[in-house]
C-alpha cells in the first residue's frame, strides 16, 4: 500500500507531559487526601502453613483499625479479568482464610494516623499457626507423589476442580503428526532450557488510596493497567454496584505486566478503608513489593526434526511453569507459550504439552512479553544448534522457515489466530545482518585470546493486541469519547493506560492526524477515570497502539464526520464538497470549500459557533474491537566480549531492527526497543529471584542492589546501539501501525546466548548466563579437552 | 519524641518547619511540604530516585536525617525550572525520549544538575559512571546520557545557579 503524507504521525516527538520532569506528575503514592490513615501489611513469616487464630486486639487498643482473614470476603477470585469468565480459574481471596502459600503473603493489615503508629500496632499481632510443611520450591518437589497439597480444590469459571499434584492446570495442543514428522527427518535433536523468575523492579511500588464516599461507595487510585478490571473485581469483591464504584486513571511508575491484574494490596487498601470509613493510604515497601509478584519461569523440553535441506517436519514442546502460590492466569500464559512456540517457525507437525505447577513462592504473572522471551530463548537457541549441525548460516535456516506474509499466527494461543498481512521479518535479517557486519564473524574454536568476541543473532516477535476474526478466550476492546471544545481544542477521553511508552502521545497523534487538530490542542494526560469513560480492557499484550489507537481513530473519524456535517450548514455545502486541513501557521485546523481554501474557518470558529447558537457539542463516544491481532517482528543482533578469565560479559555493540509498521513516534518508538533491551540484557546475564531452600525467602532480601539490575554501565553506548526500522505498513493498523512494546524483549536472550556460544564454544541452556555458570562451563571445557588428550 | 525546629533554604524559599530527630529528609519533603516530585524507590539508598540536592550535592533524601539539613539548601525537583522555563536538562530529556514513566526522572535530572556543574564538558563513559547509581527499569539508559550529554555544550546559561 502507498504510504499517505501525514502532518503528525511519524514526526519526532518532543513529550509534552512535561509532569514528568517538573515534579507534577502524580503517581499513585503521591495522593494524599486531609484525614486519611497510613496502612501497612503484616506479612506471613511462613512458606506453607496453617492460620489457626489472628488476634490484633491488641493492635486496635492502640488505635489501629486492622482487617485479617476473618474480616475479608468469602469471594474467590482471579484478580486478573482479561480471560473470559468461564477459562478463568479462581483460587484467592482478599487475604488467606486457611493458610499462607508464600512466605511474604499479606496476612494481616493495619491502618493508622501515621505509618509509624501503624508499624507499632502491627507488633502487637498475634498468630496463631497450626500445621507447617517444608516449603516446595521446585517443580520436581512440587509434582512429587508425597508432596502436601497447596490447595486441595480451586474454581474454573464455576466449577470446583480437586487439584492434583499441585498441578494448576495443563494444556495441551497438536497439529498434524509428529511421529511421522520425526520419521521425515534427518536429524532429531532434543534439548532442555531454563529460564528463571525474573522481578519487575518497576520503581514504583505496587500502591493505593482508597477514599469511602458519602453514599456508600469508594474512589480509588491505584497503580494498575486497567482501571476497568480493577472496578469489575472490586465490585464482585465487596459487593458494592460498579456505579458506586470510581478508579482514578493515574500515571504509573513502570509496570512491565506486574499490574495487568488487581495488585493485591489494591483490595486490602478498600477493605480497611470501608472499615475504618476514613481515606486510606497503602504504598508497599519495596521488600514488600519483592514478596508480590514475578515473572513466570519456563522449563522448557524441545525436540525438533529438520531434514539436510534445513525445511523442518515437526517439533514437539514439553513446558513446565512453577506458578507459586497463586495463579494469576496461568492457563492463558500456557497457551500463548504455545502461540509464540506455533507462530515462530513453520514446524510442519508440532505437538505442545504445558504444565503449570503451584509452588510455595511468590505469585508469578507477566512480565513483557507473557512467555514470549521463556520460549524464545528454547527455540531461537535450537535454530542456532541446528543451524551448525545443518552447516548452515543461522540466517539463512531462519529465512527458510520464518512465518511470515499470508501465513497464520496465534496471537493468543490457539484460540486467538489471524493471518499476517505486513511482515519485515526478512529486510531485517538481511539488512541487519549487514549494519552488523555478519559477514566478518569467525568461528568460535578460531578464538584463544583471554578476551573473547563473539556474535549472535535472535529474532522475535509479539502479538498487537488479543483480537482475531473470532473473538477466542480473551476480551478484547477499547474505547473512547472524543469531544471538540468550545475554542477547537480537543480533549479525549480514554481508560487506557499509558505504562510509560508514550501511549497516550501516539494516540493524541492518532486524533490530531484525523481532525487536523496541533497536537499542542490535544488533551488526553489527565483527569480521567472509570466513571468518565468507557471500558477498556487493559494495557496489555502490546496493544495500546494498534487497538487502543484503533478505537481513537475509529471514534476521531465518526467525530470528523459530525464535523463536516456541521460545518456543511454554515458553508450552506455538502460535506464531500469540505476539505479539513491543518494550518500550521494558525496552529488550528481549518475546513474550506474544496478548491476556495481562501473562505476557510478554523474549527475554533466552527466549534464556537456550534457553542454560542446552542447547537451542540461536536462529541461521539463508542468502543471498538480490533478483529487481528498482527505480530510486530524483532531482531537483535549482539556483539559479546567474554572475559574468560572472569567470567564477566560486556555488550559492547548491538543492532536491533523492528518492525512495527507505521511509526507514529520515532524517539519513543527507539526508547522502546532499547529499553526493553536493557531489560533483556538483566534476563540474559543478570538477573534472578532465587530462593533459600529451606525457609523459602528471597536470597536477595528485597534489596535492590543485592538483586542487580543493569545500571548505565552495562549497556552499549549512545552510538553503539543501532536501532532501525522495517519498511512496512499494516493494513489493518491505524495508519498501518501495529505494536512494539514486548516484541522488543523477546529475542534478546537468546541473541546473547548465542554470541556467547559463537565467542566460547559454549551452549547455555539455563538464564541468567552469570560469571559464575561461565567460568564453571569453561573449567569443564578445559578438563575434558585435558582427558580426551590423555593428561 | 520531642520535636525541633529546623530552618534551611528549600527551593530558594527559607522555610522553618518542626520535624522528630528520627524523621527522614524524603518524608518531610512529601508527606509535610506536599512536594510529590521526590519519589520514594527503595528507602534503602540503592537506587536514587529520592535524590535531592543538600547545598548542589546530590544527596539520597531516604537516608538522610531532616534535622541535618538545618542552615542548609535543598533543591527539589520543583525548584529547578525557573518560572515558567524549563531547566536545559528538563527540556532536554523531554526532547530526547529521556523520560518513560517518569519515576526515575526527579532524581536523573538532579543528579545530572550536580555532574555538569562539576564537570560541565563531561564525556560519555564520566557520564555514564557518575549517573550509575540512579537506576532507571523504563529506559535502558541511552537515551538519558543523549540527553544529558546534549547539555555538556551549554555552558553558563543558567545550568550550574
Not at chain 1, 80 to 98: A, C, G, H, Q
Not at chain 1, 463 to 476: L, M, Q, R
Not at chain 1, 692 to 702: A, M
Not at chain 1, 729 to 744: D, L, M, N, R, V
Request: glycine share 10%; aromatic share 8%; charged share 25%.
Amino acid at each position: 500500500m502507498e504510504k499517505e503524507q501525514y502532518d503528525f504521525i511519524g514526526q519526532p516527538l518532543e513529550i509534552k507531559n512535561i509532569g514528568k520532569v517538573t515534579g507534577k506528575e502524580l503517581y499513585s503514592s503521591d495522593i494524599n487526601i486531609p484525614g486519611q490513615l497510613y496502612a501497612v501489611i503484616l506479612r506471613s513469616p511462613h512458606a506453607h502453613a496453617e492460620i489457626k487464630k489472628v488476634d490484633y486486639s491488641e493492635a486496635v487498643k492502640v488505635g489501629a483499625v486492622c482487617i485479617g482473614p476473618q474480616d475479608v470476603p468469602e469471594i474467590i477470585y482471579n484478580e486478573r479479568i482479561v480471560s473470559i469468565p468461564e477459562k478463568t480459574y479462581r483460587d484467592r481471596t482478599v487475604l488467606p482464610k486457611e493458610k499462607v502459600r508464600h512466605k511474604g503473603e499479606a496476612l494481616v493489615a493495619c491502618a493508622a494516623e501515621t505509618e509509624e503508629k501503624a508499624w507499632a500496632a502491627l507488633q502487637k499481632i498475634k498468630i496463631e499457626w497450626g500445621k507447617q510443611w517444608k516449603p516446595l520450591l521446585t517443580l520436581e518437589k512440587a509434582l512429587s507423589d508425597d508432596a502436601p497439597p497447596i490447595y486441595d480444590w480451586v474454581y474454573l469459571g464455576e466449577e470446583k476442580l480437586k487439584v492434583k499434584n499441585n498441578i494448576a492446570c495443563e494444556r495441551n495442543i497438536e497439529v498434524g503428526d509428529v511421529e511421522e514428522g520425526f520419521r521425515e527427518a534427518d536429524i532429531v535433536i532434543e534439548k532442555t532450557f531454563h529460564t528463571q523468575r525474573v522481578y519487575h523492579m518497576q520503581f514504583e511500588t505496587k500502591s493505593a488510596v482508597c477514599v469511602p464516599e458519602a453514599d456508600g461507595g469508594i474512589t480509588v487510585w491505584t497503580t494498575s493497567q486497567g482501571i476497568h478490571n480493577v472496578r469489575i473485581l472490586l465490585g464482585n469483591i465487596f459487593n458494592l454496584p460498579l456505579s458506586k464504584i470510581n478508579i482514578k486513571r493515574i500515571t504509573l511508575g513502570g509496570s512491565f505486566g506486574s499490574s495487568i491484574q488487581m495488585n493485591s494490596i489494591t483490595p486490602i487498601c478498600v477493605a480497611l478503608a470501608l472499615k475504618a470509613k476514613k481515606p486510606v493510604k497503602l504504598v508497599s515497601s519495596r521488600e514488600d513489593d519483592f514478596y508480590d509478584h514475578a515473572k513466570y519461569p519456563l522449563k522448557t523440553i524441545l525436540k525438533v526434526g529438520v531434514k539436510k535441506d534445513g525445511t523442518f517436519t515437526a517439533a514437539h514442546c514439553r513446558v513446565w511453569v512453577e506458578i507459586g502460590g497463586h495463579n494469576i492466569q496461568a492457563y492463558p500464559y500456557l497457551g500463548c507459550v504455545a502461540g509464540w512456540f506455533a507462530s515462530l517457525y513453520k514446524w510442519k507437525n508440532i505437538k505442545y504439552e504445558g504444565t503449570a505447577v503451584y509452588t510455595n513462592k511468590v505469585p508469578t504473572c507477566a512480565m513483557q512479553g507473557y512467555g514470549n522471551p521463556q520460549i524464545n530463548f528454547a527455540v531461537e537457541s535450537m535454530i542456532d544448534i541446528l543451524a551448525e549441525e545443518l552447516k548452515m548460516d543461522p540466517i539463512n535456516l531462519r529465512l527458510k522457515n520464518y512465518v511470515g506474509k499470508g501465513d497464520e499466527f496465534w496471537g493468543q494461543g490457539p484460540t486467538v489466530r489471524s493471518i499476517i498481512r505486513s511482515c519485515g521479518v526478512e529486510e531485517m535479517l538481511l539488512e541487519g545482518a549487514k549494519l552488523a557486519q555478519w559477514e566478518k564473524r569467525v568461528p568460535h574454536y578460531q578464538k584463544k585470546e583471554v578476551i573473547r568476541k563473539g556474535m549472535g543473532v535472535a529474532r522475535g516477535f509479539h502479538t498487537s493486541g488479543t483480537g482475531g476474526p473470532n473473538p477466542g478466550e480473551v476480551i478484547d476492546y477499547s474505547g473512547a469519547t472524543i469531544k471538540i471544545n468550545e475554542d477547537g481544542s480537543v480533549d479525549v477521553l480514554t481508560a487506557l493506560m499509558d505504562l510509560g511508552g508514550g501511549t497516550w502521545d501516539a494516540l493524541a497523534k492518532i486524533v490530531a492526524e484525523v481532525l487536523k487538530v496541533p497536537f499542542e490542542k490535544i488533551g488526553i494526560y489527565n483527569g480521567i477515570d472509570t466513571r468518565s469513560t468507557v471500558f477498556d480492557v487493559n494495557t496489555h499484550a502490546t496493544r495500546g497502539v494498534y487497538c487502543g489507537g484503533g478505537a481513537v481513530k475509529f471514534v476521531a473519524e465518526k467525530v470528523k464526520e459530525i464535523l463536516l456535517n456541521y460545518a456543511a450548514t454554515l458553508f450552506k455545502d455538502l460535506p464531500e464538497n469540505l476539505v479539513l486541513s491543518c494550518n500550521k501557521e494558525l496552529g488550528q485546523a481549518i475546513i474550506y470549500p474544496r478548491e476556495i481554501p481562501e473562505n476557510y474557518k478554523t474549527i475554533g470558529e466552527i466549534a464556537e459557533y456550534a457553542h454560542t447558537t446552542s447547537w451542540g457539542t461536536l462529541a461521539y463516544t463508542s468502543t471498538l474491537r480490533q478483529k487481528n491481532c498482527p505480530p510486530c517482528f524483532i531482531t537483535h543482533f549482539v556483539e559479546v566480549e567474554v572475559n574468560t578469565r572472569t567470567g564477566e560479559v560486556k555488550i559492547p555493540r548491538v543492532v536491533i531492527m523492528g518492525d512495527s509498521g507505521t511509526i507514529i513516534n520515532p524517539n519513543l518508538w527507539e526508547g522502546q526497543i532499547i529499553g526493553a533491551f536493557s531489560r533483556g540484557l538483566g534476563f540474559g546475564l543478570l538477573e534472578e529471584t532465587d530462593y533459600h531452600p529451606e525457609d523459602g525467602s528471597l536470597r536477595c532480601k528485597g534489596l535492590v542492589t543485592d538483586y542487580k539490575i543493569p545500571t548505565t554501565l552495562e549497556m552499549p553506548k549512545i552510538e553503539d546501539i543501532i536501532v532501525r526500522s522495517a519498511h512496512t505498513y499494516e493494513p489493518t493498523g491505524p495508519f498501518g501501525a501495529k505494536g512494539i512494546g514486548e516484541a522488543a524483549l523477546s529475542s534478546v536472550g537468546p541473541a546473547i546466548a548465542n554470541a556467547i556460544y559463537n565467542a566460547i564454544g559454549i551452549r547455555f541452556y539455563e538464564l541468567p548466563i552469570t560469571p559464575e555458570k561461565i567460568l564453571k562451563s569453561l573449567q569443564e571445557k578445559e578438563e575434558n579437552l585435558r582427558k580426551r588428550r590423555g593428561e | 519524641m520531642k520535636k525541633m525546629e529546623i530552618e534551611f533554604i528549600l527551593n530558594g524559599k527559607k522555610r522553618k518547619i518542626e520535624v522528630k530527630p528520627n524523621d527522614l529528609l524524603i518524608n518531610i519533603i512529601r508527606e509535610d511540604l506536599y512536594l510529590t516530585g521526590t519519589k520514594y524507590g527503595c528507602g534503602l539508598g540503592e537506587c536514587g530516585v529520592c535524590t535531592v540536592l543538600l547545598n548542589g550535592e546530590p544527596v539520597l533524601s531516604c537516608l538522610t536525617l531532616a534535622i541535618t539539613v538545618d542552615g542548609k539548601e535543598i533543591t527539589t525537583i520543583e525548584g529547578l525550572a525557573q518560572g515558567d522555563e524549563l531547566h536545559p536538562l528538563q527540556k532536554a530529556f523531554l526532547k530526547n525520549g529521556a523520560v518513560q514513566c517518569g519515576f526515575c526522572t526527579p532524581g536523573m535530572i538532579l543528579t545530572a544538575t550536580a555532574l555538569l556543574r562539576e564537570n560541565p564538558d563531561a564525556t560519555e563513559d564520566e557520564i555514564r559512571n557518575y549517573m550509575r547509581g540512579n537506576l532507571c527499569r523504563c529506559t535502558g539508559y541511552v537515551q538519558i546520557i543523549k540527553a544529558i550529554k546534549e547539555c555538556t555544550s551549554i555552558k553558563n546559561k543558567g545550568l550550574t545557579n
